[in-house]
């Protein structure tokens, strides 16, 4: 028997294929996004709040808070080298970074000292210390800078901040323990 095939219905509806998503804009997508992220934080929210809500909490007094810096005191200074002229370079050292650093003068009126002002107070006196020290201090600079550098003080007063001297009396500290001055 022969098949027949059904007969199409010219009238009837045809099912199309689906049209292509059109694309978004960047403002949908963006929108799109924050709308999906709050909805995130929302959540979030809820559920901090319901494995937080068992803890008891007193309320903090800010009173008992500290609300400025505790005065700790000078720095404390490292341990000294254990030869004269290298704890003397030493002590410099940590009063320039503590007292600050100047140029011009060997003590200015704020009581910041230049490289020689420094080495000077921390001398105590002691005039041959002092020019064995300060010694030393030229013999590194001139190593570092080369030997057109005239004198301590000329070489200090050729800065404009107190990086590069304040170094080089650390330096000269290094030296002197090396020489065991």
């Known amino acids: 028997m022969p098949q027949t095939r059904p007969a199409i ?8 294929a689906p049209a292509p998503p059109k694309a978004l804009s960047l403002e949908e997508r963006l929108t799109l996004i924050n709308t999906e992220m ?6 979030a929210a809820v559920a ?7 803890i008891d909490l007193e309320p903090v007094d800010l009173a008992d808070v500290v609300t400025g810096p505790v005065d700790t005191g000078p720095a404390p200074l490292p341990d000294l080298y254990p030869t004269p002229v290298a704890a003397l370079l030493q002590r410099a050292h940590h009063r320039l970074l503590t007292g ?3 140029k011009d003068a060997l003590v200015d ?24 020290a300060a010694a030393v201090l030229l013999d590194a600079i001139r190593r570092k800078f080369g ?7 000329s070489f200090n007063d050729a800065h404009g901040t107190g990086r590069v001297p304040i170094r080089m009396v650390d330096q000269a500290a290094g030296l002197a323990d090396a020489r065991g001055l």
């Open 9 to 16: 219905d010219p009238t009837a509806p045809t099912t199309q």
């Open 38 to 43: 709050t909805a995130r934080l929302d959540e």
């Open 48 to 54: 901090y709040e319901v494995n937080t809500a068992h």
């Open 100 to 102: 600050g650093w100047c």
């Open 109 to 132: 009126e704020d009581g910041a000292r230049c490289m020689l002002g420094a080495i000077r107070i921390e001398a105590r006196g002691d005039s041959g210390l002092e020019a064995n």
């Open 147 to 153: 030997d057109d550098v005239d004198s301590v003080p």
